[in-house]
């Protein structure tokens, strides 16, 4: 076990390597950072005092050292817009990204998990054909478009046409609560509120692939021999499934479930520009579109970072679920 | 139910296979449903210019006193009727959904058929060769894989900087590594077959092997693969012009209307982004509804 | 009777796309409280569905037809309401599968199982009812009990893992249990272990018990009666000795021949020429008309299943008496 931990921890250390040169000459090709600092009319001697401040005028692969020694230390570089350290701020806006995530998290499996074993214990039945079909418009409509459908109904339509109906909050996170040092938002009404649109936005396009993971899972196990075997015990359907079947079940949804949270922390990018949502990925396009260096770095950093992280944490936790594998690896 | 008796002798079936699965397909009235919208929307896209009422990017037709005119309105001079509204830049909104479904298209379409090209050598080439060759391959197929396509496209475009091309490249490398994969996977189960045997001990060179005598027989799972691809493609493309670093703003897709309209949705004129929205859906959905369908129909079992 | 189990003509048919598979079409016997009954047959002779069928437990596109009765202790089974049938499995007719591997759950724990099953029939708490799962264990002849109830399927023997099967079977003191095929998946020894030891569970129990299985072998030793059964329906019936040692049906006849023993040695095996038919398209008359060495014209009319000596029953208008 501590062989396997190893083993991936210098994958992932090699992954970082490769990443971060990519990362270094691809960011560091984009045109002359300097001249985003100054204005175009400055003088040649303020621009190399920019450039050096900046270690522009050191050659590419001492450039690069200084990058990672830099980035060892956790120190990015400021962002030349914020004028803050750029890890800092990413550490800042993270919070609020993992929020949005976990929050789509959760409702992508509390309702994408009970309609998907619906749709497997009943194939047949209209309600099952209408789960699927959503499932389909749930992973092909973009992210962004269900966004704007979403504020366009719910934050503007709905209100305007029936009085009294509730109007969402289309942008911005709502009040946060300090719990140990880290602000979070789903711990206040109002953040609620204005986690609600952003989450479901969010959560659309996992929930459509655990409805359909849990529908082909539900039907792979249904016909097993155990669950006969259990029906011949005397056991009540309402045990055979909450139990029996669904144990089966949550192992490849935990699987996916993991391996997929990286894939939406990902998405949040787009959603939480849509919703002016103040996290990591929202800080990510506004460095892009403004050539804001050492943030975009640094979040590929920190992005590649958690991806590694996850993959091993998701691992672990299919061998806590499935026992055949856990007993296997403790044995070798 | 272990009565081995019970499994009846099915008689294979005579039908021509293109015909088979061309009936087969039609069984299910969505996915014929979702290939309507898809020819639809083909058409819009070849046709634009002679439907369009009028050619939005030519800035002499706009007058800006129309700008945001709701659905159905008219023009002021009474030529066209904006049976969508226009846009900020009073243009009208039929006409650049028609020319922004033509682009999307495009670049949907030319990105996917560039991706499953390089893909499908790659696959091919690493599944013939096998050892170190494929696992070469397929390695730098899995870190490809294991990143999160927006991610890669966002980055490289930041790199590259706008524009059709580039837009097009960060497409193409983001999807060329399922093609890859996908082929892969397929030909290994092809290379194992008697045929490719038979063929070898006829000394016929590799190349003509895999590409003659393979690939035909990988071609179901990769048209499935090419058509969820395709609706992802579209879908990408269009989050990257939505976000601002797709697609430059004398061109505009899809994603670009809507992205102009974004600003305009809480203050009421809700069409500048609703209907490219919908315009974007239909191509989006009718792809997936007829191309999951096609999966089951073209499923290699269901085949043979 | 109105004690034990009484089928008579039960028809279960499987309604598919290509036709109807009559699988179990007309079958009656009779199983007294305490007696072994041997059910023997070839596959898709229809032996499993039968003991499925008694259980309630065929899934669609099967169904028991109508006309078709299963009176267990004076109540018709096949008009019960699923609720009852429920509360049947497992207590009063409990049920051992063919491949303990796939009829345990694999992601649970043993105890989980066995505990389940206690408390689907009688209301008491986990550690009674995990007392009463130890109990069964040790009567099966499992050691250290405690330690395999916290263990997973996987990590059993496959003799072990169906002792576990049988002592499921046994927590609440089932007056009927139908085993299917239980040592067909079990090396040969352990097959006789088994045999042995569900014996001994019977007898001291009273418990009767339905045998099924393609090895006539198996239940030579082991029960009171046996039924042969052939494409769906009952060929011969009677008591062991009977059948074994005067076989009236010529396919009964041709099983116990083709029999490898101490008599068969150094002569060619005999065997059955032809296959089963298929169930979608059974023959007019006699089934077995085609591969049968003595059949006639008359073998195209179904015979009855007759008595033709005291306490044995053959289905064949040649049956030698």
Known sequence: MIVYIVRR???????????????????????????????????????????????????????????????LHGNFGKSFLAGQPAMGLIFERFPATLELAFMSLVISLALGLPMGVYAGLRPHAPGSKAIMTGSILGFSLPNFWVGLM??????????????????????????????????????????????????????????????????????EVLPMDYVKFARAKGLSERRIVGVHVLKNI???IATVSGLEFGQTVAFAVVTETVFSWPGVGKLLIDSILLLDRPVVVAYLVIIVFFFVVLNLVVDLLYSVLDPRVRLESRAT | MTDAALEPVVAAKPQAPLRRVVSDFCENRLAVFGLVLVVLSIFVAVFAPLIS????????????????????????????????????????????????????????????????????????????????????LMRIVDIMLSFPAILVALILLSVLGKGIDKVLIALILVQWAYFARAARGAALVERNKEYVE??????????????????????????????????????????????????????????????????????????????????????????NLAGDHLRDVLNPRNLR | MTVGLSVRNLRTHFFTKEGVAKAVDGVDFDVAPGEILGLVGESGSGKTVTGFSILGLIDPPGRIVEGSSIRFNGEELTAAKPERLRAIRGAEIAMIFQDPMMTLNPVLRVDTQMIETVQAHVRVSDAEARDRARKALVQVGIPSPDERLRAY????????????????????????????????????????????????????????????????????????????????????????????????????KGLIGSVPSQNTRGHRLAQIPGMTPSLLKLPEGCAFKARCPIAVDRCNEMPALEEHRPGHWARCWRASV
């Open chain 2, 53 to 136: 009422p009028q050619n939005p990017f030519d800035i002499a037709n706009l007058d800006l006193l129309d700008a945001k005119a709701p659905p159905g309105s008219v023009s002021g001079d009474g030529k066209i009727t904006y049976w969508l509204g226009t846009d900020g830049q009073a243009r009208d909104m039929m006409s650049a959904i028609f020319y922004g479904m033509r682009l999307s298209l495009f670049v949907g379409f030319v990105s996917v058929l560039a991706a499953l090209a390089i893909g499908v050598v790659v696959g091919l080439v690493a599944a013939y060769a096998g050892g170190r060759t494929d696992a070469f």
């Open chain 1, 150 to 219: 979403l504020i366009m109904v719910f934050a503007v339509m709905l209100p305007d046409l029936i009085p009294g109906w509730p109007r969402l909050p289309a942008s911005g996170r709502g009040a946060t609560v300090d719990v140990l040092g880290v602000k979070l938002s789903f711990l206040t009404l109002d953040g609620l509120r204005h986690l609600l649109l952003p989450a479901i936005t969010l959560s659309l396009y996992k929930g459509a692939l655990i409805v359909r993971l849990a529908r082909a899972t539900a039907r």
């Open chain 2, 198 to 287: 038979a063929a070898t001990c006829l000394a016929l060179p590799p190349w003509r092997i895999v590409f003659r005598h393979m690939l035909p027989n990988c071609m179901p799972s990769l048209i499935v693969i090419a058509t969820i691809t395709l609706a992802r493609a579209i879908a990408l493309e269009a989050t990257l012009s939505f976000l601002g670093v797709g697609v430059p703003v004398t061109q505009p897709s899809l994603g670009m209307l809507i992205s102009n309209g974004f600003e305009f949705l809480l203050s009421g004129s809700y069409w500048i982004s609703f209907f490219p929205g919908v315009a974007l859906a239909i191509a989006i959905v009718g792809i």
């Open chain 3, 153 to 252: 399927p996987h990590q059993f023997s496959g003799g072990m893992r169906q002792r576990v099967a049988i002592a499921i079977a046994l927590l609440h003191k089932p007056k009927l249990i139908v085993a299917d095929e239980p040592t067909t998946a079990l090396d040969v020894t352990i097959q006789g272990q088994i045999l042995f030891e569900a014996q001994r569970l019977c007898r001291d129990s009273g418990t009767a018990m339905i045998w099924v299985t393609h090895d006539l072998a198996v239940v030579a030793g082991l029960a009171d009666r046996i039924a042969v059964m052939y494409a769906g329906r009952i060929v011969e019936l009677g008591r062991t000795a009977d059948v074994i040692e005067r076989p009236m049906h010529p396919y009964t």
């Open chain 1, 9 to 71: 921890l210098m994958q992932a250390a090699l992954v970082m390597v490769v990443m971060s040169i990519l990362v270094f000459v691809g960011i560091y090709l984009i045109g002359d950072p300097v001249l985003m600092m100054i204005s175009p009319d400055a003088s040649e001697l303020e621009r190399e005092a920019v450039r050096k401040a900046l270690h522009l005028d050191l050659p590419m692969w001492q450039q690069y050292l200084l990058f990672v020694n830099d980035a």
């Open chain 1, 250 to 252: 949550m192992i490849p």
